[in-house]
Each structure stands twice: as C-alpha cells, then as structure tokens.
C-alpha cells in the first residue's frame, strides 16, 4: 500500500492568486495522477505521469499544470484560481498488475475559489 | 468505448446485513482490471479489492468479495455483515489497454447503514 501525502487538506483562496497543490509518495512509484471530483461525483482525470520529466493531460480540460522533476513529487499548479476551480483534487500513485495498475490516493485538497 | 455502470445512486441497508453493490462495465480487451474504491465523507479515496480479467477466482479481502461474471460483463461487490463505518460512497472503476491504461470511473453508489 501507498503513503502518499497531500497538502493542504484545504484551502479557502480569493480570485486571481496562484495556488500549489502538493502531492508526495513514499513508495516509489512511477505513475502518478491529479484527479478533480466535485462532491458525490464521479473523478475526473486532469494529469498524469510516467515518470520524471514526463507529464500528460487527461480526458478533462484543465487550466492547471503539473511538474514531474523528482519522483515522489508531483505538484500541481494554477496561475489564476477562478470559482470554477472550486472542487476537490485528488493525487494517487500506482502499482503495477499483470491485468491493470493499483491507483492508491492521497487524503485530497478541498479547494474553495471566492 | 470503455464504460462502467453503476445503477444504484443510493441504497439503505440495515446494519449486519449483507449488500450488493452492481457494476457492470464494457470493453473490447481480454485483458483487463476491475477495482472497488470506497469513499467516505472525509473525502479519501480508499482501494478495496482488484479483481484481474484472468484470474479465475473470485478476489476476496476480509469482508469484501468481488462477485466476478465475464460473461455478464459484472462485478459486484459484496459486503459481509455491513457495519455503522461502511457508509460512504463506493465507486467502481476499470483498467484496459483501449481506456490508454486509465481508470474509467463508475457514477458510484451511496450506502447508508442503518442502525
């Protein structure tokens, strides 16, 4: 099992600022993924990475970005925090299967944009 | 395309008792994964049980079993005996080389225990 680690639990944070979200794992996992759930949703996947230096974007459109410098760090960023950015996100890492990788999650960032 | 369906938006189960939660899902792969997440209020995504297209038993992890059906293309979960802390929202999700390798999400079913 994962330890992986996410902070700010939550943040409350006014229109135009940029905001970090971090995300750690302990585990040494390659993969790792940025997820956006709105309450009692389904999760949408906004980033992912293979590995160092290597970042995608998911199937929803995201105004945020991610960086993959160090293995256990996957950070994500927006420049200009709008109250459509108001959700919860999500960091999860992954194991390896033979049939389909384990995604372990971290506690998540409530995020509120007044 | 990849998709899983989860029916039940909510149900009500009384405590001790055994639930079903369904999910169906669809793909073109023979090889692929099937996982249960639970999730409650607190907001942590929390890993259940893995069930692999190739694996012939029905995975199991203490009170939770995945009630595999290839050729009804489901995978239930069942909960043993349910319990106060078992209310929460339960989201199925699938792994497979035609979703690029990324979880396709069910819609998930709220479980309520009742006392």
């Known amino acids: 099992e994962a330890d992986i680690y996410q902070t700010p639990r939550y943040l409350v944070i006014g229109t135009g600022k940029k905001i970090t979200l971090e995300c750690s794992q302990t585990m040494g996992h390659d993969k790792m993924y940025w997820y956006q759930q709105d309450p009692g949703m389904e999760l949408h996947l906004i980033h992912y990475?293979?590995?160092?230096?290597?970042?995608e974007k998911g199937d929803l459109s995201s105004e945020s970005t991610v960086s993959r410098i160090r293995t256990e760090h996957f950070p994500l960023t927006l420049e200009s925090a709008r109250p459509s950015h108001t959700s919860q996100y999500l960091c999860?890492?992954?194991?390896?299967?033979?049939?389909?990788?384990?995604?372990?999650f971290g506690p998540g960032t409530r995020l509120t944009v007044l | 395309a990849q998709k899983i369906t989860q029916t039940q938006p909510g149900m009500f189960v009384q405590e001790k008792e055994a639930v079903t939660l369904d999910c169906t899902y669809d793909?073109?792969?023979?090889?692929?994964?099937l996982f249960w997440y639970k999730q409650p209020s607190s907001g942590e995504m929390i890993f259940l049980i893995y069930q692999g297209s190739y694996d012939e038993q029905n995975a199991t992890e203490g009170r939770y079993s995945l009630n595999f059906q290839k050729a009804r293309k489901s995978a239930n979960l069942v909960i043993s005996a349910s319990q106060l802390g078992d209310s929460a929202m339960y989201f199925c999700a699938m792994m497979a080389s035609d979703s690029n390798y990324q979880l396709i999400w069910g819609a998930g079913t709220k479980l309520i225990i009742k006392p």
């Open positions: 793909t073109s792969d023979q090889s692929y994964g």
């Open positions: 990475s293979y590995g160092v230096n290597s970042t």
């Open positions: 999860a890492s992954s194991e390896p299967r033979l049939a389909g990788d384990t995604q372990y």
